[in-house]
DNA sequence: TCGAGTCTAGCAACCGGTTGCATTGGAGTA
DNA sequence: TACTCCAATGCAACCGGTTGCTAGACTCGA
């Protein structure tokens, strides 16, 4: 049925050990040999079978991946260059997703801990004593978001907080809504400790949840907050932000300017175009495979990656009105 | 290190394969021991290993599931959808993205085919042939593309078209273009052929990429064929379109209709509304892996499951002038 | 009391590779 | 020539479960 390691061996005339050293140490066997070996094992189409490696070098050469949700823009893009990355690498990625929910979060990272060589975790849900405790099961990469002594790749949005309301600023705006997440938001946190370290007047309004849904429920409070410029939780929140304001008649940017974070909005859509604060995703997702890898195999302290964000100016910020 | 069947064998003082069985077929073992070996096992914190009983039983629990572009929403859904049914069937799911390259959606089949009980295949770029060529290594479900003596997944979008042009043609317009896909979609060749058995004068312009500039490239020729409604390949070439006729000062829905199929942009996006065939990407995610999963033990012949689709009227179209 | 039938559980081979150790043959060296 | 050393290969145990077969204990009816 299917092709073993026995059956080339014998069709080659060499013990299985040879042929296993064929592919898992070429050094360590004759050149002569060596080619013999791969022809007849092209010939049978042989390929060797993941399941019996891993059980004895304790190799899956699989890692999971875990989000929130699969189909927001924001972790596909992750997961697309992560897979690729993993690829490259000659690993297989697992996807799975929570669907928001951290029991399920804990159940899948110990479902995946006996079959993958280590596990990315990203924007995780769960308490960070728990995570810890997960880490000494299986490998563990923390995206967006710190955890004491484990890997991390982190995107500095704090950075890009700052960016966003010092173009605020610079465009004659006085006072300033930030509009924050979830309570429990690394993200969120960031963005108001870097909003509270500049000269503006910034008044926070949260938390709310992280849809456009909350982005509506929260225009009474940014019109009521005498805010001319709004830093939104993400591009979700900023269009339900926009759409509300747009149905009181508020008028974007003239009577408001408003700024999203994550800039998964479609190229030409929106009116007008948000103006956001793009989160390199695609970069986190392939540094996060390597940091995985890396810290499977080699001990050392566990690193702590920092990416670059950038504003990325659009239709939906102007000049303050006098 | 880890725990094994023999530790928790040992600590209980029975065989191995009486743990084993107490996992694998209770009804085999006394209620009195099985409760006593799931006590030990539960306090030794034993978690079976998917490689080792993989090896034996050959079966993985794993599923493969490729889609030319995982960031694209279309497939980030279906993924969501697929990923979730295969968890409460206790499978886990590898996900690879092909960037729209055959020769890469080729080794991928390869390479899982090895560690996985089936793959599905979701809108795939091989050739008939190819693909009955590989179903013979790994059962396969298809999803988008009907492929002899396989498993499939289609979404109705003959259906779809019909429903969007008689929607045109009820609206007055008497002339109709169709922007069509790459020469090889199914899906495009789906929408060709049922606008062609309608009554409405419809133009087939094409091939195009399915992109947005796919669609920008079009706008000349949908100028120059006269007709007043226009059903493109899928959204981003409706989108494209829509730009496009913006910047010749052609106002949607005023002076041309446009309709575009998946149904991917964001709730509130867009303005005018994109008017779009929905496409039940959940629906066809969950519905493959129950096939999939199906066709991996149960033998017959396989099935077609044709879902439906849906026409919603948003705000890019509207009557003919006259 | 005996034999048949039913439950339980143990035994051991097996899945398909990997790897430490032993063996062999030939080259190099004194 | 005798000896050392190394490269190449074989041998066999092992990874962690699964499963067909077998054996012992017990039940039950005749």
């Not at 004759?30 to 042989?46: E, M, S």
């Not at 189909?71 to 992560?82: D, E, G, R, V, Y």
């Not at 801990?113 to 769960?126: F, I, N, W, Y």
């Not at 690193?303 to 009105?321: D, F, I, K, P, Y």
Request: aromatic share 4%; with cysteine; charged share 20%.
């Amino acid at each position: 049925m299917t092709v073993t390691i026995r059956d080339v061996a014998r069709a080659s005339g060499v013990h299985v050990s040879t042929v296993s050293r064929t592919f898992s140490a070429p050094h360590l066997v004759n050149a002569a040999t060596r080619t013999r070996v791969l022809a007849v094992a092209d010939d049978l189409g042989y390929r060797p079978n993941r399941a019996a490696r891993a059980l004895t070098t304790g190799r899956t050469h699989n890692v999971g991946l875990i989000v929130a949700d699969i189909a927001n823009p924001f972790f596909s893009s992750l997961i697309k260059a992560a897979q690729a990355q993993a690829r490259l690498r000659d690993y297989h990625v697992f996807v799975a997703d929570t669907d928001e929910d951290p029991q399920v979060e804990e159940e899948l990272i110990q479902a995946f801990a006996k079959q993958v060589d280590g596990v990315l975790l990203c924007s995780p849900r769960l308490t960070n004593k728990t995570i810890e405790r997960l880490g000494e099961d299986v490998p563990l990469v923390v995206v967006n978001r710190r955890v004491k002594g484990m890997p991390t790749v982190l995107m500095d949005v704090g950075r890009g907080a700052r960016l966003a309301i010092e173009h605020l600023v610079g465009l004659g705006h006085r006072r300033i809504a930030l509009v924050t997440g979830p309570s429990g938001s690394w993200t969120s946190k960031e963005m108001q400790a870097a909003a509270a370290t500049g000269e503006a007047d910034v008044v926070f309004l949260g938390p709310n949840p992280p849809t456009e849904l909350g982005g509506m429920s929260a225009v009474t409070d940014v019109l009521a907050s005498g805010a001319t410029g709004v830093l939104a939780y993400n591009d979700l929140v900023a269009l339900g932000l926009m759409e509300g304001l747009a149905e009181r008649g508020t008028v974007v940017p003239r009577d408001m300017s408003v700024i999203g974070v994550d800039d998964i909005v479609p190229g030409r859509l929106g009116s007008p175009k948000l103006t956001t604060i793009a989160m390199p995703t695609a970069a986190a997702g392939r540094m996060a495979v390597d940091m995985l890898l890396h810290s499977v195999d080699a001990e050392g302290a566990p690193g702590v990656t920092t990416l670059e964000t950038s504003l990325v100016v659009r239709e939906s910020t102007g000049e303050a009105r006098r």
